[in-house]
């Protein structure tokens, strides 16, 4: 992208063809600083040729190409801009309608702000970006006579107003027809530090969901899993029903409830395709579970002690459990539930991690390490 404008169209033609090619450009960003009652300074930034021109250059330029300063109400040293009779229908630049409304809320007499702030209330999403800004109120920092968007109370601002905004639709519904409001996730404020070193670090407002038990709030949670596209989070909380929720709104979707005599769940493990949930039970016995209907598909028997450790390999055909109490750990056919092979040590099992081909398994113990080869199940390696 080439320079524009009259003036410089004009000498532009005195230079050679590669001295023009060398002076192309790159737009990065629009930074605008307003003052009340004056013209606005428009700032542009630009990225150009590495040497920028000296002031005795053909086109007449400062040297500082690289960075301009315009007072757009000047017209007598702006011989580019022309001025004509407002259309009614024009379309107004976001950023000058940031402007106002950050010199109006603020009641400053200076506002700065860029395209990027611009972006960050999803001006894209909106066809009256004026209205949408007195309806949404992004907050304004104020430091002496400057005001400008303090962009993370915008970014906290919006995810609480997306959260109360939040409805439930058909199309959730025929998804997930258990999804409800009750025990949904709620947003709590929060503080993180930011800097290159302790001694340099500043602190940034910013909120986090927080999920819990509707039944039980004060429960910690035990165990929980994310699934492969990372949209739900399945969690238990020192009972043997398993939450999942839906993370881009926070509502609760399904339950997974144990009628029977299941005993307390200790571990969780989604499948790739994020349909099937596996779960380890203290009653030694393990469930594979299909997320949409609450069925249960399999149940997985033949642990001495409580499985505390499941994982599903990455193409879904393998479950691998284990169980510190008994010190095993087992090879099972996620389709058909058939234990494959068994492991037995003298340690308690701490982690289960397939490779990803699936064509080992990592068994992480108290002192050591093994892996496995899952075609011949012999012993390849251990780590100490």
């Given amino acids: 992208m080439q320079r524009q404008g009259k003036k410089y169209s004009e000498k532009v033609s005195d230079h050679s063809t590669a001295d023009a090619k060398r002076d192309q450009s790159v737009f990065l960003k629009r930074c605008m600083i307003r003052r009340w009652p004056e013209f606005p300074k428009k700032v542009i930034a630009g990225a150009g040729y590495h ?24 017209a007598s040293k702006m011989d580019v801009l022309e001025f004509e009779e407002e259309d009614q229908d024009e379309i107004l630049d976001p950023l000058d309608i940031l ?51 303090r962009m993370e109370d915008v970014i906290c601002h919006r995810r609480e107003r997306a959260l109360v905004r939040c409805i439930i639709t058909a199309s959730s519904l025929s998804q997930w027809p258990g999804i409800t409001f009750d025990g949904a996730g709620c947003l709590q404020g929060s503080r993180i530090f930011i800097g290159p070193t302790q001694a340099k670090c500043r602190p940034l407002k910013s909120k986090r969901l927080t999920f819990s038990d509707p039944r039980r709030p004060s429960n910690g949670c035990k165990s929980f899993a994310l699934s492969t596209d990372g949209k739900l989070l399945a969690a238990l909380f020192h009972a043997s029903n398993i939450l999942i929720w839906r993370l881009s709104d926070s509502l609760l979707v399904q339950c997974l409830r144990h009628w029977d005599d299941t005993g307390e769940v200790s571990s969780l493990s989604f499948s790739p395709n994020d349909c099937t949930l596996v779960s380890g039970c203290n009653n030694k016995s393990t469930i594979i579970w299909e997320i949409q209907s609450c069925h249960v598909l399999l149940r997985l028997e033949g642990h001495g002690g409580p499985v505390n450790r499941v994982t599903y390999a990455l193409h879904g055909a393998l479950i691998a459990t284990g169980s510190h109490d008994s010190k095993s750990a087992k090879i099972w056919d996620s389709s058909t539930g058939a234990c494959l092979h068994s492991f037995s040590f003298d340690e308690g099992i701490y982690k289960l991690i397939f490779s990803s081909d699936a064509s080992r398994l990592y068994i992480e113990m108290n002192r050591s390490c093994h892996i496995y080869d899952i075609q011949t199940y012999t012993h390849s390696a251990t780590l100490c």
Avoid: H, M
């Avoid at 002031?55 to 315009?70: K, L």
């Fill in 51 to 74: 040497q920028l021109l000296s002031p005795g250059d053909a086109r007449g330029g400062s040297g500082g190409e690289g960075v301009t300063v315009q007072k757009e109400g000047d």
């Fill in 99 to 149: 402007l106002d409304y950050i010199l109006e809320t603020s009641g400053t007499e200076t506002a700065i702000a860029s395209d990027k702030d611009v972006q960050s209330i999803d001006s894209n999403r909106v066809v009256d970006f004026a209205s949408y800004l007195r309806q949404v109120q992004p907050p304004v920092e104020v430091n002496g006579a400057l005001g400008w968007l």
